[in-house]
């Protein structure tokens, strides 16, 4: 017989592991399921983390790590899987999730699965990813060390990948569609003090150059038409995420993908609650996310204790 939790966490990144934190405290019999082997989530790629109260510069993945050894100096217990599907067998009944390695079930569950690079679909996108583009600027930054790179996009991502491209990259044009970018002012001012970056502003990509490997961008400036080609060896896709909320289609509601849900992570199912990056909320930062777990696991254990 399947042996049935008080609470299953489905995903590790901030929002999931301080969920794992909370539960343990509030003695709640607790799995995770984490898709990765490595707990953390985005955090990892992030190079550095300059606004996480306390911390201040510390790298991504090194935050990941105490995150992780945080939730299981208090005994947090993991799986490795990936939830394909959630059945809620209704009020006052289990959930039941499915997994490619098992079955888990659980009398409530944390959707907290966080969310992934959005694409842009351009031509030579797909066939040229990992032989020049990239969707993380910490992961594969390193070889192109001395080459020509472009970052696409506006927001954080973009603007930190690029300042961090810019350590070691000769040149790194940032292509933005519009003039002004969404990114924080802090990182606007340390991206525009960098002299090897260009801005190429009003633009966009419209498709990825190369034989096997990248060799230039084809880029259109949206208020004039004029197009050309920039000479780049590496390509860097930082157009937004998109949430990881497939595997719960049907099971509660969704707004543009993202399980609609509140700061109480309470949604629209009955014991399913969800908290970080994939559910509907105004600002997604690891803060935010750490905020959503303690949030839902205190929602959790009231709808638990009613019985
Ligand atoms: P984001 O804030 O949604 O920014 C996406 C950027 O890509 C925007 O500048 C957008 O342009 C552009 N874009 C979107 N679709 C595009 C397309 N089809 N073609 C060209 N450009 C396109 O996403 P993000 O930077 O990945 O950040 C994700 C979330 O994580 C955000 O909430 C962010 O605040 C958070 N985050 C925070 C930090 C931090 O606090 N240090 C670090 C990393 C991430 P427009 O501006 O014109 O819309």
């Known amino acids: 017989m399947t042996h049935i939790y008080d609470l299953i966490i489905i995903g590790s990144g901030p929002a999931g592991l301080s969920a794992a934190i909370y539960a343990q405290r509030a003695r709640l019999d607790t799995l995770v399921i984490e898709k990765a082997m490595v707990s953390g989530g985005q955090v990892l790629t992030t190079y550095e983390v300059d606004n996480y109260p306390g911390l201040p510069g510390i790298g991504g993945y090194d935050l990941g790590l105490k995150l992780r050894e945080h939730a299981d100096k208090l005994g947090a217990r993991f799986a490795e899987d990936e939830v394909q599907s959630v059945e809620d067998k209704g009020p006052g009944q289990t959930k039941v999730v499915h997994g490619f390695g098992g079955t888990y079930e659980a009398k409530a569950l944390i959707l907290a699965t966080g969310a992934i690079h959005r694409k842009l679909g351009i031509p030579g996108e797909e066939t040229l ?36 491209l810019a350590r070691m990259c000769s040149k790194v044009y940032v292509i933005h569609r519009r003039d002004e970018l969404r990114a924080a002012k802090s990182l606007q001012e340390s991206l525009f003090a960098l002299d090897n970056v260009e801005i190429v502003w009003d633009t966009v990509a419209d498709a990825v150059c190369g034989e096997g490997m990248v060799n230039g961008l084809e880029v259109t400036n949206v208020k004039t038409g004029e197009k050309r080609k920039l000479e780049v060896q590496g390509v860097f896709i930082a157009v937004g995420i998109s949430p990881e909320s497939k595997p719960f289609e049907g099971l509660a509601e969704m707004e543009h993908g993202y399980i609609k849900a509140g700061e109480d992570g309470v949604t629209s199912a009955e014991g399913i609650f969800a908290a970080g990056d994939v559910r509907t909320k105004q600002l997604r930062q690891i803060i935010t996310a750490a905020a959503d777990g303690a949030n839902a696991v205190t929602s959790a254990e009231r709808f638990l204790s009613r019985g």
């Open 129 to 164: 990813a990992g032989a020049g583009v990239s969707y993380c600027a910490t992961c594969d930054g390193a070889f192109f060390r001395n080459k020509v790179t472009a970052v696409i996009g506006g927001g954080d991502v973009a603007v930190e990948d690029a300042i961090f």
